[in-house]
């Protein structure tokens, strides 16, 4: 059953927001989904600056799901330097064409549970827009992003577990895909059991990071890997040929 059969309250608190808020967006609603469109308004510091035509749409479990921005202009190249999603990958919630906004691993910083969707256009959509702003300007952007698709991965696990040994970064995600035990063998190779060793962070990142989506980044980094790194930056899962690769196949 669609999200807003099930909460028509909820439905009607994003109409009336919109109203109020953007409106120069409206939602519509058919037999499939739930979808908002319009001129997009961006904003810094309380002023428009500039305007993109926008499609946003709800998947069928919102607001557990990350709705998914289209910027249907013609105006952002579809590169991924750009950000913008060469495949889909279900896990990530992206699609080919939709905007990249945030890695998914750090959906719950900047989606956490609870956001409003005028909160989330204000939040997350807004910066995304003025990135693009500073790009079109200057052909770079002051604030640094995460690069798209595994650079953006690997930064995150980077961070998480304090090394950029790419093997290492990839054992430790498969342990989260895997669920692994605190007797298991360290992901850091000391040789120990993880519970004498590193199993804290594991712990610490089950709580972030879903199995589904491990196997997701695991599969991300395993093509990134194969392809030798022969570009460091900005390679993501993206810049693979993306009619013939298809996004990681989910176990249920
Ligand atoms: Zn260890």
């Given at each position: 059953?669609?999200?807003?059969?099930?909460?028509?309250?909820?439905?009607?608190?994003?109409?009336?927001?919109?109203?109020?808020?953007?409106?120069?967006?409206?939602?519509?609603?058919?037999?499939?989904?739930?979808?908002?469109?319009?001129?997009?308004?961006?904003?810094?510091?309380?002023?428009?600056?500039?305007?993109?035509?926008?499609?946003?749409?709800?998947?069928?479990?919102?607001?557990?799901?990350?709705?998914?921005?289209?910027?249907?202009g013609?105006?952002?190249?579809?590169?991924?330097?750009?950000?913008?999603?060469?495949?889909?990958?279900?896990?990530?919630c992206?699609?080919?064409?939709?905007?990249?906004?945030?890695?998914?691993?750090?959906?719950s910083?900047?989606?956490p549970?609870?956001?409003?969707?005028?909160?989330?256009?204000?939040?997350?959509?807004?910066?995304?827009?003025?990135?693009?702003?500073?790009?079109?300007?200057?052909?770079k952007?002051?604030?640094?992003?995460?690069?798209h698709?595994?650079?953006?991965?690997?930064?995150?696990?980077?961070?998480?577990?304090?090394?950029?040994?790419?093997?290492?970064?990839?054992?430790?995600?498969?342990?989260?895909?895997?669920?692994?035990?605190?007797?298991?063998?360290?992901?850091?190779?000391?040789?120990?059991?993880?519970?004498?060793?590193?199993?804290?962070?594991?712990?610490?990142?089950?709580?972030?990071?879903?199995?589904?989506?491990?196997k997701a980044?695991?599969?991300?980094?395993?093509?990134?890997?194969?392809?030798?790194?022969?570009?460091?930056?900005?390679?993501?899962?993206?810049?693979?040929?993306?009619?013939?690769?298809?996004?990681?196949?989910?176990?249920?």
């Amino acid at each position: 059953m669609q999200w807003h059969k099930k909460n028509p309250k909820l439905l009607k608190i994003i109409v009336e927001s919109l109203r109020e808020h953007y409106p120069d967006l409206w939602l519509d609603i058919d037999k499939q989904s739930v979808r908002v469109r319009g001129s997009f308004p961006v904003t810094a510091n309380n002023k428009i600056i500039d305007r993109f035509k926008v499609l946003i749409e709800f998947r069928s479990n919102y607001p557990k799901s990350l709705p998914r921005v289209f910027e249907v202009g013609g105006r952002i190249p579809h590169l991924r330097d750009r950000h913008i999603n060469e495949i889909d990958v279900p896990a990530y919630c992206t699609k080919k064409g939709s905007v990249c906004l945030f890695i998914a691993e750090e959906a719950s910083k900047y989606h956490p549970e609870g956001i409003s969707f005028v909160d989330f256009l204000k939040g997350p959509v807004n910066d995304f827009f003025l990135w693009q702003i500073e790009y079109e300007l200057t052909g770079k952007a002051s604030v640094k992003g995460r690069d798209h698709g595994a650079g953006g991965t690997i930064e995150y696990y980077k961070e998480r577990i304090g090394t950029d040994d790419l093997d290492q970064i990839i054992r430790f995600v498969d342990y989260i895909a895997r669920d692994a035990k605190g007797h298991w063998p360290c992901y850091c190779g000391s040789g120990q059991r993880m519970k004498c060793c590193h199993y804290t962070k594991i712990l610490n990142c089950k709580k972030e990071v879903s199995r589904n989506l491990a196997k997701a980044s695991r599969w991300s980094l395993l093509e990134y890997q194969k392809s030798g790194n022969l570009i460091k930056r900005s390679f993501g899962i993206g810049s693979l040929p993306g009619d013939v690769i298809k996004g990681p196949i989910l176990e249920k």
